[in-house]
Nanobody, 119 residues
Framework: QVQLVESGGGLVQAGGSLRLSCAAS????????MGWYRQAPGKQRELVAT???????NYADSVKGRITISRDNAKNTVYLQMNSLKPEDTAVYYC?????????????WGQGTQVTVSS
């Protein structure tokens, strides 16, 4: 069973920064594509950023230039550095680990961490 534990959320003023961390309890962490998603009240969960096992990154247009995803395979951890935060970034942020290959395999999710940006 894969466990993902997010940390680093909190309350920050607009323009501030936060760094989220997601620690994975799995020896094959380096094989997974890791992602951060978020869900605001009353809205669907949406992609924030992903990083493949090869380190290729992808970002939602709304966060490009402000948010950076990175991973440390030695620590089984993926990070989300968030700068120039806006009130619309307020959401619960979820970490995901995607082990699918050719459409087969599993995707795991963390419990989420709350990020609140005040104006």
């Amino acid at each position: 069973q894969v466990q993902l534990v997010e940390s680093g959320g909190g309350l920050v003023q607009a323009g501030g920064s936060l760094r989220l961390s997601c620690a994975a309890s799995v020896r094959t962490f380096s094989r997974a594509s890791m992602g951060w998603y978020r869900q605001a009240p009353g809205k669907q969960r949406e992609l924030v950023a992903t990083i493949t096992s090869d380190g290729i990154t992808n970002y939602a247009d709304s966060v490009k230039g402000r948010i950076t995803i990175s991973r440390d395979n030695a620590k089984n951890t993926v990070y989300l550095q968030m700068n120039s935060l806006k009130p619309e970034d307020t959401a619960v942020y979820y970490c995901s680990a995607d082990f699918r290959i050719a459409g087969r395999g599993d995707v795991y999710w963390g419990q989420g961490t709350q990020v609140t940006v005040s104006s």
